[in-house]
Structure formats: structure tokens, C-alpha cells
């Protein structure tokens, strides 16, 4: 997979001014892998840094690297939301929506739903000492 420089606007603020003693510096912080404060000179230099990045991140290239980042990442989130979750339940039958409900955003996405019936289904299975069982609720049904 091709990698992309990629930072997204996390803050806008004017730094403090030696020379004025005033916070007249223009700043943006940025954010990627990690934060960091950026200075400009005037109001019209940060302006086009902003409009430089927004068209960076906006290539279809880019933007695809980024919906797939995002993709992943609520993927990662979800898992570590439902294995939380799910420890409470050890030694117990969880319920698809009682999981559901802990994850923290996005649980109306497809993918999300996915993995959680997955993690749902893989827990209760050796406790219903089942092969083979469908899961009642309706919103999972096309992934089993």
C-alpha cells in the first residue's frame, strides 16, 4: 500500500510575539502520527498552508488512503471497545445488542456491526457448546 504524508487541522491560535510582547503570531497545529504547532508569518500565509493542505488531502489518491485509514482504525476501535465489553461477560451469553451499545461511535456502520456479530458469535459459541447457531436479531442477519 502507497503511503501518503498526510495531516489533518487540529487547532488554530496566535502564538506569543517576542518582539511585541502580544499573541499576534498566527499558528495552526496540525496532526498526523502526532501534533505540532506551526508558525506563519502573516494571516495569509497560514490561510494558504490550510488551502495547500485541504488539496493535498483532497486528491482522489489521498482521500482514498484516508477513507481507508479511517476504515481501519474504527475496525481497531470497535474490537478494543467489544473486548472491554465482553469481559464482563465471561462465562455468560452476550447479547448482540447489549455489545452493540458499548461500542462508542459508528455502530450503525456495516463493518462495524460485522466485526461485533463476529466477536459476539465467537464468544458465546463454546458456552452454547453449538457448531452451528443464527443470532435472532435482525440488523446482523446478512452477515451470518
Known sequence: ?????????SDMDYGYNKLTGEYDVPMVEWESDHRWWERFDSEEARHNALRKNEEYNNRPEVSAFINKMN?????????????DTLEYYEGRVAEFANILSSVS????????????????????????????????????????
Open 1 to 9: 500500500m502507497e503511503y501518503y504524508d498526510v495531516k489533518f487541522l
Open 71 to 83: 476504515h481501519e482504525e474504527e475496525i481497531w476501535r470497535t474490537k478494543r471497545d467489544v473486548d
Open 105 to 144: 461511535f459508528d455502530r450503525h456502520k456495516p463493518h462495524v456491526q460485522k466485526v461485533v456479530a463476529d466477536m459476539v458469535v465467537s464468544h458465546n459459541k463454546p458456552l452454547l457448546k453449538a457448531k452451528r447457531f443464527k443470532v435472532a436479531t435482525q440488523c446482523i442477519g446478512d452477515f451470518l
